[in-house]
């Protein structure tokens, strides 16, 4: 059972209503979002690529930027060492077009997800040893390879460490021992010691920090590297990173830069995914682009998307968004069969009956884990892990809930994995088949979980009458973009909405189109796009076949729901009328 929370969050909103040229409504959502005092207001409100922090502020970036400069001057060949997925590709795109920009001799190298696994490896090293490398720059990895760059350091070569995630730690009697590698450089904002003034962002984010740092550092103009802060914005909202601080700039900023990419690459994906390129969004790049750059790192090699994002002609270009649309579509099947066979495993097993599920599915291709992880976690509100077979053992990957912090919980558990890495909300493990029972064992074991920690709560910022459901409350709420992780789409709740009519709309005929009518009375279109089938099954449940029939005829009916929803335009052969999109209903 869900559990809606009602925020009451204090301010002076008129107050600041009256400073921004805001609604007083529209300073309470903003407050909402903890959001408070009237410069971080106006970060929020019109925040610019000249409010982000200096790059030089984090540890080790005045460290990184000699090497290079130096190494640049020496002409020594340089090696970027990125990852697999949406962050790690751009991140590399990032600095390969950075460096090369300044004269470098720079290749770059992607590990394959089956064949290597996450992050720095041995046979990464080597190879860029055999291949006269001088010099490795790892992006959105290498904070965890302590081993691995110790490798490289005794080869003779110099490294630098360019990543995002959390750093390695043991846990020691007088608290936690951070276990850094002996990089040449370390740039993480989540090291010890470093204070740069926001530790949320990505790798491409940290990656596009010291580019812009080098390229001043050499008399450069940072704005000339300003069309990468799409690439920034691409891996910000694909990596689900808070859209919060300078996050939210990127984003923002990052937006109106992709509206007119010159990136052939870009292009033809826009085009190719059939997204309306002036009206792109937060939400084209988690659900349509970016599936499409990760799928070539899941089911092929991330490589694909890199020669996307470094096509330079419009023909092979369209031929590469063409190949990645192909995988993502195939990878969407893969994921749905495997969704299905977790959920029976959930529904008809002693596993499913646990507060922390982890689920053994052998036919699940690998790369596919963490998505059907996501799902069951989102249908079960439960931590999920899900194990595949690999090439050598048991390869997982888990998605969280709030209350469960998966890399501490994972950590208690070190000596039964043979490698893992993450962070509060997903990670990635790798296990001997004969481990599986055990590690399910003893995470729940461990688990402290209680019931009201797996019931999701629907957090609503206000309730709202649908007389305030006005064309300009819905361009108002503009303001408040990008919406995504750290800065939802503001909820707002109704009670004792009655329901006149309904009709199902949508080619899989999973869209419940609705007129309802607020306790005030009044009258409103309304649209769910999710659980059309179990809001009908809900209210026969309540009310009868015959009122739901009723209903569908439009013939209005007793029924009653409250609901949470989101004021939106709906457009339609030329017309705009305002509606409201159901989200939760009890």
Known sequence: MEQWVLLRKGADFEGIGKRFQI????????????????????????????????????????????ILR????????????????????????????????????????????????????????????RDGIDT?????????????????KRLGMTIVVTDHHEVPFEEEEDGKNYLLPLADAVIDPKQPGCEYPFKG???????????????????????????????VAIATVGDVMELE??????????????KRTHSPGLRSLIACTGVDKDRIGAYHIGFVLGPCMNASGRLDTAKRTLDLLRAKAGKEADILAGDLKALNDSRKEMTDIAVEQARQIVDTTKAGQDRVLVLYLPGCHESLAGIVAGRIRERYYRPAIILTDAEEGIKGSGRSIEAYNMYEELSR??????KFGGHKLAAGMSLAKENIEELRRTLNDNCRLEPKDMAEKVVIDMELPF??????????????????????????????????????????????????????????????????????????????KEAVDLLMKGRGSQMKLSVTYYPDMNEYMGKRTVQIVITHYQ
């Open 23 to 66: 609604s007083p409504r529209l300073a309470c959502l903003i407050r909402n979002r903890d959001v408070i005092g009237d410069e971080a207001i106006a970060q929020y409100l019109n925040g610019t690529i000249a409010d982000l922090y200096d790059g030089m502020l984090m540890k080790d970036m005045d460290k990184a930027v000699d």
């Open 70 to 129: 130096e190494k640049i001057a020496e002409q020594k060949r340089i090696r970027v060492i990125g990852d697999y997925d949406i962050d790690g590709v751009n991140a590399t795109y990032i600095l390969l077009e950075g460096l090369e920009k300044l004269g470098a001799e720079v290749d770059s190298d992607i590990p394959s997800r089956m064949k290597d696994g996450y992050g720095l490896n041995v046979e990464l090293i080597e190879r860029a040893y």
């Open 136 to 152: 490795i720059i790892t992006c959105d990895n290498g904070i965890a390879a302590a081993g691995e760059i110790a490798y490289g």
């Open 201 to 231: 962002l990505c790798g491409a984010a940290i990656a596009y920090k010291l580019v812009e740092a080098l390229w001043e550092a050499t008399g450069g103009d940072a704005e000339d590297l300003d069309y990468l802060i799409e690439n």
């Open 245 to 258: 601080n300078e996050n939210r700039i990127f984003v923002k900023e990052g937006l109106q830069v992709l």
């Open 413 to 418: 558990c070190k000596d039964l994995l043979t």
């Open 467 to 544: 007389s305030c459901v006005t064309e300009e409350l819905v361009e108002e709420l503009t303001l408040l973009e990008p919406f995504g992780k750290g800065n939802t789409k503001p909820v707002f709740a109704a009670r004792n909405v009655e329901l006149i009519s309904g009709r199902i709309l949508g080619k899989n005929r999973n869209v419940l189109k609705l007129q309802v009518k607020d306790s005030s009375q009044t009258a409103m279109e309304a649209v769910c796009f999710r659980g059309a089938e179990q809001m009908l099954s809900l209210l026969e449940e309540r009310y009868g």
